[in-house]
């Protein structure tokens, strides 16, 4: 598994969008014709073949239940593929891979997961306590577990939550935590399910301005989201899923937006007679 050694492309901003990445950019993440079943038969993704490269930002799109939450969680290892093929760096995302200790090891220091519901993520007594526990699993000595503690708790503004029990957080506070515990790791690619999901206006900007803080250092993110309102801000690419389980569409932020056909398709835009609305189906 060879990305961590990998140089990183930086890419830019013009007139406050993300610029792309170059096409020759070394491939994260390779599917090709994957499939996915729940238990019981119910099919949550069908055919989907598409690759990430280093220093992209993409936002995967989709109505409630379309399959995009169980994208990342196949992308992270949680699941595992039906059917096709799942590639990270080149080597096999399967239940085989994982049962080696060394490659669940390596990926789990270069990938990082943020869950919609930061209430499945926390569980320590303290904020501090659950801010240290990714480094602490990986053998690193006790002074470099506390800069890293410490400056991602400062870069997510929680230092002075770091004696409170996360469970007694307000959701922005939660947000926070749960991603000031990834930041430890240092992942080069970041997974964040929905994250802008019950966050207040000055919240969501915030989170914005650190998805983009992120990817100018080069780093690779993939986003699942119904807030079509930040994708110009925030992607390169954009996957589209219909309900029927498959992509829909790959394009450019600005070309999705302007498909006012394919967002109503796909159920992520409501149809009026004198104007279209943009609606926020999560799932």
Known sequence: MGCRALGWVHPG???GKITGVDDSAELVYELESVGF???GGTTALQEITWSVRRGECWAVLGANGSGKSTLLKLLDGLYYATFGSLRFCGDALSEKAFASDD????????VGFVFQDPN??????????????APLQLGLSDAEVMQRVEQAMQALEVTKLADRPPHHLSGGEKKRVSIASVLTLEPQVWLLDEPTAGLDPRSQSWLVGFIRQRHALGETIVIATHDLSILQQVATDCLVFGEDHRIAAIGSPDDILADHALLHACNL????PTKALYQTHGG
Do not use: G, W
């Open 103 to 110: 490659f669940n090891y390596a990926f789990r220091r270069q």
């Open 37 to 39: 079943d729940y238990p």
């Open 269 to 272: 835009m409501h149809q009026h």
């Open 120 to 133: 499945v993520q926390l569980f320590s007594a303290s904020v501090l306590d659950e801010v240290a526990f």
């Open 13 to 15: 901003f013009v007139d």
